[in-house]
């Protein structure tokens, strides 16, 4: 799988990486050291809490890692014609006027215009140049997008 990232949001990952091993690993390691020492651990809360928490922090720190490994850097390319992950592109519908950036998966805000190159409208605007007629099946039906500005 391919994991699309800005330069910013791979560095965030490391970071948050780093603190999942260097702190959070070791800091429920002690949690459970210390529910161990309560005994029965069938009936241990403390102990159920800090294997989750375990389990948890162990998931993120391999999703993390796969993600770092098989990250491709978005690289935005200046004065290109077509949209591409990493393009910034002005829409129009119905005169009203939108303005979307593509990005990878894990850095989708649509309420800051973040969207997915995974999602209908990112999906359905790659490849697309300035004049083009976009159309996008929706829950409330087919709405269509006239592209007026890449960059």
Do not use: C, W
């Not at 699309?4 to 791979?10: C, G, I």
């Not at 459970?32 to 159920?48: C, M, Q």
């Not at 949209?83 to 005169?95: K, P, Y």
């Amino acid at each position: 799988m391919e994991y699309y990232l800005s330069k910013e949001r791979l560095e965030e990952l490391k970071n948050e990486l780093n603190d999942l091993k260097a702190i959070e690993r070791p800091k429920v390691a002690e949690q459970l050291k210390r529910a161990k020492e309560f005994g029965d651990l069938s009936e241990n809360s403390e102990y159920i809490q800090a294997r989750e928490a375990r389990e948890r922090i162990e998931s993120r720190i391999e999703y993390i890692e796969v993600a770092i490994k098989e990250a491709k850097i978005i690289e935005k390319k200046a004065g290109s014609t077509e949209i591409d992950i990493g393009s910034t592109v002005e829409l129009s519908r119905g005169g009203k006027p939108y303005t979307f950036t593509i990005v990878g998966s894990s850095e989708v805000k649509p309420e800051n215009g973040l969207i997915s190159n995974e999602s209908p409208l990112g999906h359905a605007l790659l490849g697309r140049k300035v004049g083009d007629v976009v159309h996008v099946e929706t829950p409330a039906g087919k709405v269509s997008y006239t592209v007026t500005k890449i960059s």
